[in-house]
C-alpha cells in the first residue's frame, strides 16, 4: 500500500459530497429548529453586550489540547485589547449553560466556546445571540446553522482517514484490533470512528474482535485496554477517538509487556502522544491544529465587533496533519512547523 499517494486523496474525497455532513456531523437542523435559527445569519449584525470582555468556554484544562485552545484564544484576545474570562463546562451542558449565562450578565463582547453537546449547546448559543452576543464556535460544530458566527473545526473526518492509513500500513494490512470510542454526546467521536472505519473495513483480513466507549479519558482507556487484553491477547492494534485514551492505551500495553508490539492511533498532536511516537509506543496521530483554530475564532470575533462581519463562511475547516515517526520532530504544543 502506498502510503502518501492515498493520503493526497483525502482532500478530495472530503470535499467531494459530505463536507459537513459527512466530516463535522453539524450539516442538520435538529429536529423542532425554527425559522428563527435558519434566518439568524441574515439579520441585523450583533454589537456585544457592552463590555470588553471576551469570555473562552471550553472543556477542563487538564486536557492539554482545551487548554491549548484556551491560552492561545486568551493570549490573541489581550493582545487585541480585550479583557478574558477563560472558564471550563466539564462537558457538562448545565454548567456550560450556566457559564452562557454569567457571560450575558457580564455583558460580554463576545463568546468563543468549544461546546459540551452538538444538540445541548444551540439553546445557549440561541439565548446569546438574543442578547446581541455573538458566538464563535471551535473545534466542536453544533447541530445547527445560523445562530453562532462562525464554526472553525478541524477536518476530522480527513485527518481521521489519514492516520487510519498509518494504522493499516504499521498492522500489514491484517489482524485483529480494538477500538476506544469518545464521548457519545461529541460529533467529533461519531465522525472521527466513521473515518476510521472507512479505511480498514476495506482490509477483510482486519478484524475489530473489541468496541468500548472510553469517554475521551486517559485512566479510562487505561482500564478498558487492561480488560480487552486480558479477552483478546492476540490484539496487534488499537484504534482510538483521541490522544489521551491512546495515551492510556499505551500505557496498558506497555504494562502488559507488548510495548512496540501493538500498533496505536489517535487524533490531537499532543505532547504526549508525539512522545509515545517518538518512543515507539504509538504509530501515529492526527494533529488538529488547535492554538491556529483558537487564535482564528478571537480574530474573527474582533473582526466582526468592528465591521458586522468576517468575510468568511459559518462554518470553516481547517485540515489535519498526519503525524508519524517520520515527521513527529516537527509537533510542538500543537504546532507543526514544516
Same mark, same amino acid.
Given at each position: 500500500?502506498?502510503?502518501?499517494? +492515498?493520503?493526497? /486523496?483525502?482532500?478530495?474525497?472530503?470535499?467531494?459530497?459530505?463536507?459537513?455532513?459527512?466530516?463535522?456531523?453539524?450539516?442538520?437542523?435538529?429536529?423542532?429548529?425554527?425559522? @428563527?435559527?435558519? %434566518?439568524? =445569519?441574515?439579520?441585523?449584525?450583533?454589537?456585544?453586550?457592552?463590555? @470588553?470582555?471576551?469570555?473562552?468556554?471550553?472543556? &477542563?484544562?487538564?486536557?492539554?489540547?482545551?487548554?491549548?485552545?484556551?491560552?492561545?484564544?486568551?493570549?490573541?484576545?489581550?493582545?487585541?485589547?480585550?479583557?478574558?474570562?477563560?472558564?471550563?463546562?466539564?462537558?457538562?451542558?448545565?454548567?456550560?449553560?450556566?457559564?452562557?449565562?454569567?457571560?450575558?450578565?457580564? #455583558?460580554?463582547?463576545?463568546?468563543?466556546?468549544? $461546546?459540551?453537546?452538538?444538540?445541548?449547546?444551540?439553546?445557549?448559543?440561541?439565548?446569546?445571540?438574543?442578547?446581541?452576543?455573538?458566538?464563535?464556535?471551535?473545534?466542536?460544530?453544533?447541530?445547527?446553522?445560523?445562530?453562532?458566527?462562525?464554526?472553525?473545526?478541524? $477536518?476530522?473526518?480527513?485527518? =481521521? #482517514?489519514? *492516520?487510519?492509513?498509518?494504522? *493499516?500500513?504499521?498492522?500489514?494490512?491484517?489482524?485483529?484490533?480494538?477500538?476506544? /470510542?469518545?464521548?457519545?454526546?461529541? %460529533?467529533?467521536?461519531?465522525?472521527?470512528?466513521?473515518?476510521?472505519?472507512? *479505511?480498514?473495513?476495506?482490509?477483510?483480513?482486519?478484524?475489530?474482535?473489541?468496541?468500548?466507549?472510553?469517554?475521551?479519558?486517559?485512566?479510562?482507556?487505561?482500564?478498558?485496554?487492561?480488560?480487552?487484553?486480558?479477552?483478546?491477547?492476540?490484539?496487534?492494534?488499537?484504534?482510538?477517538?483521541?490522544?489521551?485514551?491512546?495515551?492510556?492505551?499505551?500505557?496498558?500495553?506497555?504494562?502488559?509487556? /507488548?510495548?512496540?508490539?501493538?500498533?496505536? +492511533?489517535?487524533?490531537?498532536? &499532543?505532547?504526549?502522544?508525539?512522545?509515545?511516537?517518538?518512543?515507539?509506543?504509538? %504509530?501515529?496521530?492526527?494533529?488538529?491544529?488547535?492554538?491556529?483554530?483558537?487564535?482564528?475564532?478571537?480574530?474573527?470575533?474582533?473582526?466582526?465587533?468592528?465591521?458586522?462581519?468576517?468575510?468568511?463562511?459559518?462554518?470553516?475547516?481547517?485540515?489535519?496533519?498526519?503525524?508519524?515517526?517520520?515527521?513527529?520532530?516537527? /509537533?510542538?504544543?500543537?504546532?507543526?512547523?514544516?
Amino acid at each position: 500500500m502506498k502510503f502518501k499517494k +492515498i493520503c493526497a /486523496l483525502i482532500a478530495s474525497a472530503c470535499l467531494m459530497g459530505a463536507i459537513f455532513t459527512g466530516c463535522g456531523g453539524g450539516g442538520e437542523q435538529p429536529a423542532g429548529g425554527d425559522k @428563527k435559527a435558519e %434566518t439568524a =445569519a441574515d439579520s441585523k449584525p450583533l454589537t456585544g453586550g457592552g463590555s @470588553k470582555i471576551i469570555y473562552i468556554i471550553t472543556p &477542563s484544562h487538564s486536557n492539554p489540547f482545551f487548554k491549548t485552545e484556551a491560552d492561545a484564544a486568551s493570549a490573541k484576545a489581550k493582545a487585541l485589547g480585550y479583557e478574558v474570562k477563560a472558564v471550563s463546562h466539564d462537558d457538562d451542558a448545565t454548567k456550560q449553560s450556566e457559564l452562557f449565562d454569567n457571560a450575558i450578565s457580564d #455583558k460580554a463582547a463576545a463568546i468563543i466556546c468549544d $461546546n459540551a453537546g452538538a444538540d445541548a449547546t444551540v439553546a445557549a448559543v440561541r439565548k446569546a445571540r438574543e442578547a446581541n452576543i455573538p458566538t464563535f464556535l471551535i473545534d466542536r460544530e453544533i447541530n445547527a446553522s445560523g445562530i453562532a458566527i462562525s464554526q472553525i473545526v478541524a $477536518n476530522n473526518y480527513q485527518g =481521521a #482517514k489519514g *492516520v487510519a492509513e498509518a494504522f *493499516v500500513e504499521a498492522m500489514g494490512e491484517k489482524g485483529n484490533y480494538a477500538e476506544l /470510542l469518545g464521548k457519545e454526546s461529541d %460529533t467529533n467521536a461519531g465522525v472521527r470512528s466513521s473515518a476510521f472505519h472507512e *479505511v480498514i473495513d476495506q482490509y477483510k483480513d482486519m478484524k475489530m474482535v473489541a468496541q468500548q466507549t472510553a469517554n475521551w479519558e486517559q485512566t479510562e482507556a487505561n482500564q478498558k485496554t487492561e480488560t480487552i487484553l486480558q479477552s483478546n491477547p492476540d490484539i496487534k492494534g488499537i484504534i482510538c477517538g483521541n490522544d489521551t485514551m491512546a495515551v492510556g492505551a499505551a500505557a496498558a500495553v506497555k504494562n502488559a509487556g /507488548l510495548d512496540g508490539k501493538i500498533a496505536i +492511533i489517535g487524533v490531537d498532536g &499532543s505532547d504526549e502522544a508525539a512522545a509515545a511516537i517518538k518512543a515507539g509506543s504509538m %504509530t501515529g496521530t492526527a494533529l488538529q491544529q488547535a492554538a491556529l483554530i483558537a487564535e482564528m475564532s478571537v480574530e474573527q470575533a474582533d473582526k466582526y465587533l468592528k465591521e458586522g462581519k468576517t468575510g468568511l463562511e459559518e462554518k470553516q475547516l481547517i485540515d489535519c496533519v498526519v503525524i508519524t515517526k517520520d515527521n513527529v520532530d516537527k /509537533l510542538k504544543a500543537f504546532v507543526y512547523t514544516p
